[in-house]
């Protein structure tokens, strides 16, 4: 994770962003921090990066690399204003340890590419090229499958499905597909919980699972329900601020799999 020390809105480059709104840093700060002890509390380790001044997405660890199996893909981003957080997240992993491998062409980390059981799922369409879906498939192994998102609010993968683990597999908002990438969806998760668009519209869909326990924005009451409906236990947090660049918790949060 990465403390949004540095954390403002001012350039736009997703529908959620208006530099106009104005930012509490503070609030951000305290609702982060929050969200890194609830971490804490369910028994994850949390490791922190170092934030960087003049990067203020930074604080949205999941884009800054794709971790499986202990190897790391790098990230390049889409719009100039983030390239430099690529480097600053490859590096942090070359420091600790890692094997990584730089990205070869647009690739947003784990925003776009989300790891099931048996699959990688990896979005396109609004930031990450199809070019990265082969490079993660060829340096990780695992089968990718090719997502085309259509809603610009839900540019990333990680806010129109979540990944659960335990009977639904998935949870997501079919309307964030195309009509080929539902019928995708509905072939390899049957049982998926099926989101409302006004939970996705407060960014629902962007929470962490470890199987049964799901992290995921306080305001999605709808989607907290149909996961207790199904047996999973949610855990609201706040992250209204980061909200405000469209971000959630799981946008926080870079799964480090060792
Ligand atoms: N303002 C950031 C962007 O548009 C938000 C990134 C959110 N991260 C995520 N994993 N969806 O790139």
């Known amino acids: 994770m990465c403390r949004p020390t540095y954390f403002a ?14 930012v509490d840093v503070d609030r951000a700060i305290a609702q982060w921090t929050t969200l890194a002890d609830t971490y804490r509390r369910l028994g994850h380790t949390v490791e922190l990066i170092e934030p960087i001044p003049g990067l203020p997405d930074m604080v949205f660890a999941a ?8 190897t790391v893909l790098g990230s390049q981003f889409r719009y100039p204003e983030r390239t430099e957080e690529g480097p600053a997240y490859l590096n942090w992993f070359a420091r600790n340890g890692f094997v990584t491998q730089e990205a070869k062409s647009t690739n947003e980390g784990e925003g776009d590419l989300l790891l099931t059981e048996r699959y990688l799922l990896a979005g396109t369409g609004f930031r990450t090229d199809l070019d990265a879906h082969s490079q993660a498939q060829e340096l990780f192994g695992r089968p ?3 997502l085309q998102l ?3 609010r839900f540019y990333h993968l990680d806010t129109a499905l979540t990944v659960l683990g335990g009977p639904a597999g998935v949870a997501y908002l079919p309307q964030a597909f195309s009509a080929g990438s539902r019928k995708v969806l509905r072939q390899l998760f049957p049982d998926a919980i099926i989101a409302r668009e006004e939970d996705a519209a407060v960014l629902g869909l962007n929470a962490v699972s470890d199987g049964h326990r799901v992290v995921l924005p306080v305001q999605a009451r709808g989607l907290a329900a ?13 992250l209204s601020e980061l909200r405000k660049a469209g971000g959630g918790p799981k946008c926080c949060t870079l799964e480090v799999r060792d």
């Open 9 to 22: 809105v001012d350039y736009v480059i997703n529908p959620w962003m208006d530099p106009s709104t104005p």
């Open 63 to 70: 884009n800054g690399a794709t971790v499986i199996d202990g």
């Open 144 to 146: 990718v499958i090719t």
């Open 150 to 152: 259509v809603d610009p």
């Open 226 to 238: 149909q996961l207790t409906e199904r047996g999973y236990q949610p855990v609201g947090v706040d």
